[in-house]
């Protein structure tokens, strides 16, 4: 081997989004003029370069370059010892390459950043926001939440008070204003208030700048002001309307009576009266003629109704049943999970397989992603794909259609998953695969094509 290289293993501390050079020291003992590379290897790979990129050494001859180390300011650069690795090449046939290792230290940080959603609310019983609090450090972080109003007119309440936020992630608290007292009507009150995140400071840490928030929400009167008017409106129509009945729909009924009441219309009522009074005598007899016949008819053991049909006997009735051809669909719904290696291809499995003869509407699709993992999730049926999610934009996702997607007889609902990288539940064991879950709901019908 006629090259050997040396790095320099002082112990050296970057920070995130500083700078930190490391000398290399090249000798040639070969006999002849050689040229090498240097390349980066390890995690410190993507922010460390080396100037110059290449020495050319004559027989005997040290050269030096310069190993720079630039780690950016986000949370994505991890804290606390990171290898190095730098690998010394000849450019010469038969040279072999040269690896150099030393360990380097990324000091830690911390960098928060708060939103207040929506800033300003308004109502007459209290108001409510929502408090986003994003880490931007690369290490974890408790956050305190404290809220103040300007004046003691408003109570202010958070939930919760402490957010325990890991390295890139954000949490949320609720914060509710309530009134003093109760506003009836009137003018309606601004209660401003602050809103203050302070991360915690340990022992041997610099204290950080807290982000104060400022917000309000404006108290309405529990009563609206259209209501009085609405109320001398509904009165004075109320008026309006007896009125009206008293001076001219009453007398007009009235009249329309007694002109209906004609001396021909009280002859007819006068015979009709009569015809009634006879008929109702002979209409006994004739019932207890009618009550032989019907004994006589009872010994035969058949009845018959006159006009009668038999299609409409009691229990014959041709209401479909549910899930039946003309009948209420029935609700139905279905989970999978699925469990995918990194880097393994697609994992497919079926969450639901329509009946023979059954058509299913798909209404509502929720799919979960718990662990955090990076990937792609494809929702599918038979006809193609339904939904083809990035798994690291959700954890929790659901869609619901106004117009159901109609899965024919025989057809499948799927759920793919392809893996990138496992994700790291919070303040649990890491697992070593990644675990996707797929939630349908719709209503399954028959079909009337199949069934007919």
């Not at 293993?9 to 240097?38: H, K, M, Y």
């Not at 009836?184 to 995140?197: C, D, E, K, L, S």
């Not at 004075?236 to 009235?254: D, E, F, H, I, T």
Request: charge should be negative; proline fraction near 9%.
């Amino acid at each position: 081997m006629s090259l050997s290289a040396s790095l320099d293993e002082s112990s050296v501390t970057v920070e995130p989004g500083g700078r930190a050079d490391l000398p290399v020291q090249v000798l040639n003992s070969g006999t002849i003029v050689e040229e090498c590379r240097f390349e980066v290897v390890g995690p410190c790979a993507d922010w460390a370069t080396v100037e110059p990129e290449s020495l050319s050494l004559y027989p005997g001859a040290t050269g030096s370059a310069t190993v720079r180390l630039h780690p950016p300011r986000t949370s994505q650069v991890a804290p606390g010892e990171i290898p190095l690795g730098l690998r010394v090449m000849p450019t010469s046939d038969g040279g072999e390459p040269v690896v150099l290792e030393r360990a380097v230290t990324v000091g830690q940080f911390t960098e928060t950043t708060a939103e207040l959603v929506p800033p300003g609310s308004s109502g007459a019983w209290r108001g409510r926001h929502r408090l986003a609090v994003d880490s931007r450090g690369n290490t974890p972080v408790t956050i305190t939440l404290s809220a103040r109003g300007a004046t003691e007119r408003s109570r202010l309440a958070l939930d919760p008070a402490e957010l325990e936020i890991p390295p890139g992630q954000a949490e949320f608290a609720t914060l509710t204003v309530r009134p003093a007292k109760r506003l009836w009507r009137g003018t309606p009150i601004t209660h401003p208030f602050q809103v203050t995140v302070a991360p915690r400071v340990e022992e041997g840490q610099e204290p950080h700048q807290p982000v104060i928030l400022d917000g309000s929400y404006e108290q309405q009167a529990v009563l609206p002001r259209w209501l009085p008017r609405a109320l001398v409106v509904a009165v004075l129509v109320a008026a309006a309307l007896v009125g009206l009945w008293y001076s001219v729909l009453r007398p007009a009924v009235r009249s329309a009576a007694r002109e209906a009441i004609t001396p021909e219309v009280v002859e007819s009522a006068a015979r009709q009266g009569d015809a009634d009074a006879n008929g109702g005598g002979n209409g006994k007899g004739q019932g207890a003629s009618g009550g032989g016949e019907g004994g006589a008819a009872g010994s035969g053991g058949a009845s018959a109704t006159p006009g009668g049909d038999a299609s409409s006997a009691p229990g014959d009735g041709a209401t479909a049943q549910p899930g039946e051809p003309g009948g209420p669909a029935v609700p139905k719904s279905a989970r999978v999970q699925v469990q995918a290696a990194v880097g393994g291809g697609a994992t497919r499995r079926t969450a639901y397989t329509v009946p023979k003869g059954k058509t299913f509407e798909l209404t509502d699709i929720v799919v979960q992603n718990p662990q955090g993992d990076a990937g792609t999730l494809v929702v599918a049926t038979d006809d193609g794909q339904l939904l083809n999610l990035a798994l690291e934009n959700f954890r929790d996702s659901d869609y619901h259609f106004v117009t159901p997607i109609e899965v024919p007889s025989g057809g499948r609902i799927t759920l793919a998953v392809s893996c990138r990288q496992v994700g790291k539940p919070v303040k649990a064991p890491a697992p070593s695969q990644c675990s996707e879950s797929l939630f349908l709901g719709g209503k399954i019908s028959a079909n009337a094509k199949a069934d007919g």
